[in-house]
């Protein structure tokens, strides 16, 4: 799982409440993502960060909200407003070569189950 | 707009015998073409990548990747499975050098004894 840490493993989450999902990378990594992973689906895109204090809207952002505070940094909250948040969270990150960006290495990931 | 289609939801094969995991895609502009492998309750980790140069493409733990513009398909191959190939695995593609992935849905490799 690379420099990526996730935190925490699991988290129980009651309906109506916010929750925050962290990532931390150490690669020096220039670009980060968020990623939600459900039975079946793949990997859907939430939000990514290509530099400090600036982020993009993934597929699907509704209800999810980040921030980049730091380069090292990229911490999702998942609101009251996401209506089906249960499911397993990832984290990645990428270096950028010239204009290109190369593969993204993950973190080992965010279980949410929302009881 | 891009996709990646996984047709094969799950593939069995027996130790020692070739594998092949099926990945098309559809892009406009080139390709940037990626695997990745998922072991239970885990993040994902990088296999390998097509961007330039030879159509088959060679990445970690024996896996290799044959390109092919015309089908278009990026199909991951090793020729001896082992049991400890048995993942889960997303064939992702993006465009441009762009840093938006596309996944499939992932194919459940199983090997048996």
């Known amino acids: 799982d690379g420099g990526i840490t996730q935190s925490p493993k699991y988290l129980f989450r009651k309906e109506g409440q916010n929750v925050t999902l962290s990532c931390e990378q150490n690669?020096?990594?220039?670009?980060m993502y968020w990623y939600r992973q459900d039975p079946g689906q793949g990997l859907r895109l939430i939000y990514y960060s290509q530099i400090v204090n600036d982020f993009q809207k993934g597929d699907i952002a509704e209800g999810y909200s980040v921030s980049r505070e730091k380069k090292e940094s990229f911490p999702l909250t998942v609101t009251s407003a996401q209506k089906n948040p249960t499911a397993f969270y990832l984290c990645a990150s990428s270096t950028k070569s010239g204009s290109s960006y190369n593969e993204q290495f993950f973190g080992p990931g965010t279980r949410l189950t929302v009881l | 707009a891009q996709s990646v289609a996984q047709p094969e939801d799950q593939v069995n094969v027996a130790e020692g015998n070739p594998l092949t995991v099926k990945c098309t895609y559809s892009v406009s502009g080139n390709p940037y073409l990626f695997w990745y492998v998922q072991y239970p309750n885990r993040g994902l980790q990088f296999l390998l990548k097509y961007i330039t140069g030879d159509n088959l493409v060679k990445g970690s733990y024996g896996f290799e990747a044959e390109f092919n513009k015309s089908q278009p398909s990026f199909h991951l191959k090793k020729p001896s499975a082992l049991v400890s190939d048995s993942a889960l695995y997303f064939c992702a593609v993006s465009t441009g050098g762009g840093n938006k992935l596309t996944f499939g849905t992932g194919t459940q490799l199983k090997v048996e004894l």
């Open positions: 690669l020096n990594h220039d670009a």
